[in-house]
T-cell receptor
Framework: GAVVSQHPSRVICKSGTSVKIECRSL??????MFWYRQFPKQSLMLMAT?????????EQGVEKDKFLINHASLTLSTLTVTSAHPEDSSFYIC????????????FGNGTRLTVT | QKEVEQDPGPLSVPEGAIVSLNCTYS??????FMWYRQYSRKGPELLMY????GNKEDGRFTAQVDKSSKYISLFIRDSQPSDSATYLCAMSPNTGFQKLVFGTGTRLLVSP
């Protein structure tokens, strides 16, 4: 089945630094990938839609200059958390579909970000 | 009011029990309904999905959607300790499976 790989699984960084998270579709091409964020005991919340070869679409309340998304190829999307702060500490998960809009999303295993 | 409401649990049952997990929602535009299972520190794994109302069965799992009541359910028969996880309902409007709105998840504990 469709596999989405995410790296790293866990990262700890100091406040003010930037962190890059990679999301890869391993056995399919994904023109669109989705980035979600999950705070403890809260729902997964969609942050942005990553589109191959074009700008990402951000959900309301998500700062595009803080969460930089690059989708440079059909199998790779990256999320960079710039100038991270402790309140950015969360579980970031990417997802993609192997058949576009007509099939459910497959999720990566997530990245646990801790900003100290 | 949240668009999707789900009791966080935990729900504790003995092995072999029938488990009922539920979500309610407020947006009548939702047409696609999914259930994901999430183990600790892992991403969600798709269990089942349905479109519009009705039932769908897959092995020990049955998903039900009642759009008139804005209520969806996941039943697990003959529950096993390996079913212990957090179960997330997710839904989306008639734009397809993308841009999902999730419930908070129900933590299920199945004891041997």
């Amino acid at each position: 089945g469709a596999v989405v790989s995410q790296h790293p699984s866990r990262v700890i960084c100091k406040s003010g630094t930037s962190v890059k998270i990679e999301c890869r579709s391993l056995d399919f091409q994904a023109t669109t990938m989705f980035w979600y964020r999950q705070f403890p005991k809260q729902s997964l919340m969609l942050m942005a839609t990553s589109n191959e070869g074009s700008k990402a679409t951000y959900e309301q309340g998500v700062e595009k200059d803080k969460f930089l998304i690059n989708h440079a190829s059909l199998t790779l999307s990256t999320l960079t958390v710039t100038s991270a702060h402790p309140e950015d500490s969360s579980f970031y998960i990417c997802s993609a579909s192997d058949r576009g809009n007509n099939s459910p999303l497959h999720f990566g295993n997530g990245t646990r970000l801790t900003v100290t | 009011q949240k668009e999707v409401e789900q009791d966080p649990g935990p729900l504790s049952v003995p092995e072999g029990a029938i488990v009922s997990l539920n979500c309610t929602y407020s947006n009548s535009a939702f047409q696609y309904f999914m259930w994901y299972r999430q183990y600790s520190r892992k991403g969600p794994e798709l269990l089942m999905y349905t479109y519009s109302s009705g039932n769908k069965e897959d092995g020990r799992f049955t998903a039900q959607v009642d759009k008139s009541s804005k209520y969806i359910s996941l039943f697990i028969r003959d529950s096993q300790p390996s079913d212990s996880a957090t179960y997330l309902c997710a839904m989306s409007p008639n734009t397809g499976f993308q841009k999902l709105v999730f419930g908070t998840g129900t933590r299920l504990l199945v004891s041997p």
